[in-house]
């Protein structure tokens, strides 16, 4: 146990989200990796979390960063914290006209999103989009929170309707300095590590892709960065190597498999009547291809 420093003011959600993805990835600075952040915030801000709390969270020594018994004890409930308030932040921005439409959109999708949005806009579907990782978007069509989602494949779609699975090609972006000729490229023996989503975003197919690149001669060495924006940033700093969707923005890799991507809706006792899901779902498989 150690001192109590309790402070009101304290952004505890910030906090809690340093504390959690340090005990994922127990060590420090991957766990920085993942946040987009450099290493002595997340630090300091997990030490700030323990004074707060009056309680030691983790083991630090020369074996690395272990979960106390405490911490090992809350974690749970900060995980659930951490969902419920982007839960509660989701609803209350996607709060809208009944006759719209609330769609999911996973991350990945990037560049294609805005014209499949305004393809839809032009056909007179008014939608409220919602932008995030593949496994709550599911989560969030489960439980009444959206109309329809389309989430990366393979995933669980357990109690849901799930549509064709769509190919979409996959590039990809070399570092700026990288001036590398002709337009295939190959990943054999590339030093620097290809920059992607939280695994926690669609753990089946963040799998597929870091065996696909090993089978293609890399490494497998992945830099998760939670938004496009920050993975933009993290490329163009030169850090890793970039997946994209529109071919000239990257090169063909042999072995880079296609996004896999598929359109999920409620079952029909589940939908609400006034969206007609069939057409719905059809316009966004087309939309994609």
């Not at 709060?95 to 839809?120: C, I, K, N, Y």
């Not at 989602?149 to 996959?170: E, K």
Request: proline residues 8%; without cysteine; neutral net charge.
């Amino acid at each position: 146990m150690i001192a109590n420093g309790y402070h009101p003011s304290m952004d505890l959600v910030r906090h809690l989200r340093f504390f959690t993805t340090v005990a994922e990835h127990r060590h420090f600075g991957h766990a920085a990796v993942a946040l987009g952040m450099t290493q002595p915030p997340v630090s300091q801000g997990v030490q700030r979390l323990e004074r707060h709390l009056g309680q030691r969270l983790f083991h630090r020594d020369a074996r690395g960063v272990r979960l106390t018994e405490v911490g090992n004890a809350l974690l749970p409930a900060a995980q659930q914290l951490l969902q419920d308030s982007e839960r509660l932040v989701g609803s209350a921005r996607r709060w809208q006209a009944v006759h719209q439409v609330r769609l999911g959109l996973p991350t990945d999708l990037e560049h294609a999103v805005p014209r499949l949005l305004a393809a839809l806009a032009d056909e007179g579907w008014s939608m409220a989009p919602s932008v995030g990782g593949s496994t709550g978007l599911l989560e969030r069509v489960r439980s009444g929170e959206l109309d329809v989602a389309m989430a990366r494949h393979p995933a669980v779609v357990d109690g849901l309707d799930a549509g064709t699975v769509v190919n979409l090609p996959t590039y990809l972006a070399l570092p700026p300095n990288d001036h590398a000729d002709g337009d295939t490229f190959e990943l054999l023996g590339h030093p620097l590590p290809v920059i992607v989503p939280p695994r926690r975003h669609a753990p089946a197919a963040h799998d597929q892709l870091v065996d696909a690149l090993r089978r293609a001669g890399h490494s497998g060495t992945v830099l998760e960065v939670e938004t496009h924006l920050e993975r933009q940033a993290w490329h163009a700093a030169g850090h890793g190597l970039l997946p994209v969707l529109d071919p000239r923005l990257g090169r063909t890799v042999r072995g880079l498999p296609p996004l896999r991507v598929r359109v999920v809706a409620p079952v029909p006792s589940d939908r609400r009547p006034e969206i007609d899901h069939a057409a719905l779902t059809g316009r966004l498989e087309r939309a994609l291809r």
